[in-house]
C-alpha cells in the first residue's frame, strides 16, 4: 500500500495555535493526544486496506468482538522528535514494526508489512507536525495497535482486524530532572514463564502485572523488578522496562543485561544500548544475574550502578532495592555517571544533535 492508498479526512475545524500550545505547555505523559489517528482493517480476503487518516476519536466494538473475549491486542511505543534545524525523525520505526510482528505472530495475528507500519507513522506525523515539542527530552510518542474485531464467541483466531495508530504529545519524562527508583523485588507473582508470551507486546502482560505493581507501592517503592517463573531467582526486567548492570574492573566498565530467553520483552532502547556502549567504550554483555549476584557484587563494589531503559523514560537508574527483610542501596541512591552518559547520548542522537552513526534515525518531514 502506498502512501496515496491513505485517504486523508482531516478535521474541518483544528485547534489553534494558541490553543495547541496551552496544551503543549505541561504535556506530561500519555495524558494529551493529537488532532488524528491512522487506521486500517484487515479481513483475509483483502488484505490490509481501507488506510485513513481520520479526526481522532473513540471507537465502536460490537459486544462480541473477539479482543474482548480472548484478549488478541498488541501494541508498540516509538517517538518521533524534533531536530536542530526543525525537521523531524522518528526513532527506529522499523525495528518497532519487526517487534510488533513478532508480537502479532504469537497471538496468531496477521503481520502488517514493515514499510506500510512505518508509512502510516510518517502519514500521521505529516498531519500534526506541529504537535511535536521541541525541547530536548521532549517528542511525539506514538502507540501503534492492533486488535480483532470479529464478533464471534468460537476459541479460535479472528478473521477481522483493526489497526490504530495515535499520537501523545510528551513532556521530559522527569521534570524535575533524573530521580533515581526505589524498586520492589518481586517473589509473589512472575511476569512470564517460559513458552508463555513474555517476548509479545501484548495487551493481557500488562494486566497481569497491575497487581504487582500495586504491590511494590504497597511498600514504597515505585517499580516491580520481576525474577524468573522457575527458580524466582533470576533478575528478568523491572516493570516493563530491560535492566542493566554497571561492573568496575581493573578499570574497564561493563554493562551486562539479562539475556533474552523467551520471557523478557527485546527492548529497542535495550538493543541501542549494546550497540552504543562500545562506542563510548564500554564492553557490553547479556548474561543471567541472580539476586545474589546483585547482592554480593554491590558489596565487594564491583556492581556500581543499575538502570532501566526504555522509550518512554530513555534511562532511568534503580537507586534502592527493596524485599521481604532487606534493603540495598545503590550508587549512594544516586544517579551514576554511567547511566546519564547513555542517556545524554542517545537523546543527541534522537534530537539530531549528534550524527547517527547507526542509522537508526528515519527523516519524516
Known sequence: MAESAFELRKKPHPLSAEERAKLLQSPGFGRIFTEHMVTLRYTPERGWHEGRLEPYAPITLDPAASVLHYGQAIFEGFKAYRQQHGHISTFRPDANARRFNSSARRLAMPELPVELFVEAADVLIRAESDWVPSAVGESLYLRPLMLATEAALGVRPAREYLYILFGSPSGAYFPQGVKPLSVWLCKDFVRAAPGGTGE????????????????????????VIWLDACERRFVEEMGGMNLFFVYQSAGRTKLVTPRLTGSLLPGITRDSILALGPDLGYDVAEGTISIE?????????????????????VITPVGSVKFEGGEWSVHGGESGPVAMRIRERLLSIQHGVEADSHGWMHAVV
Open 293 to 313: 549476584d546483585w547482592e554480593r557484587d554491590l558489596a565487594n563494589g564491583t556492581l556500581t550502578e543499575v538502570f532501566a531503559c526504555g522509550t518512554a523514560a
Open 200 to 223: 509479545a507486546k501484548c495487551a493481557g502482560n500488562y494486566a497481569a502485572s497491575l497487581v504487582a505493581q500495586q504491590r511494590a507501592i504497597e511498600q514504597g517503592c515505585q517499580q
